[in-house]
């Protein structure tokens, strides 16, 4: 089986207020700051936004709901880094190399996001797992295989 490559998509903070946080960094960075959207899905409830530092994003994650688990994650560890948005060109291969390193995944079957759009482009389908933080150093990583 060929290596999987990766990148890091983003960075994700988790905050009670996403938009003061989001327009912090980008006045300290001089970075233009997303329009902030909502993601109401029954196990979701999130808001979220992000600043841009050149081709890199620092995105901001609230819980809308005040029980989800971002909400969970700030009562447990307070505001902070959250998880590691990393991108692989084979997410099985990537399963099974991060696997093999001790990583522990809570699902391995990927949650499909379908006609994604990010930055201009659609992607047909963007397939997501995610990695226990209790096996990464307390930082979740949702591993993502986008696909045109």
């Known amino acids: 089986m060929p290596e999987p490559e990766f990148s890091i998509q983003e960075i994700v903070v988790a905050t009670r207020d996403v938009a003061k946080a989001a327009a912090t960094y980008g006045e300290a960075?001089?970075?233009d700051v997303?329009?902030?959207v909502e993601y109401p899905q029954e196990g979701i409830g999130i808001e979220m936004t992000g600043v841009w530092v050149g081709d890199f994003r620092i995105a901001f994650v609230g819980d809308t709901t005040g029980k989800g688990h971002v909400a969970r994650s700030i009562e447990k560890r307070?505001?902070?880094?959250f998880?590691?948005?990393i991108q692989t060109n084979d997410l099985q291969a990537?399963?099974?190399?991060?696997?093999a390193a001790g990583l522990?995944?809570?699902s391995e079957e990927p949650h499909v996001l379908r006609d994604?759009?990010?930055r201009g482009d659609v992607y047909s389908e963007v397939r997501v797992v995610f990695v226990h933080p209790g096996s990464s150093?307390?930082?979740q990583i949702e591993l993502q295989e986008w696909v045109k």
């Open 83 to 85: 998880e590691l948005c």
């Open 94 to 99: 990537a399963i099974a190399k991060m696997k």
């Open 34 to 36: 997303d329009q902030r």
């Open 104 to 106: 522990r995944f809570t």
């Open 116 to 118: 994604y759009e990010w």
């Open 78 to 81: 307070g505001e902070g880094l």
């Open 29 to 31: 960075l001089g970075a």
């Open 137 to 139: 150093t307390g930082v």
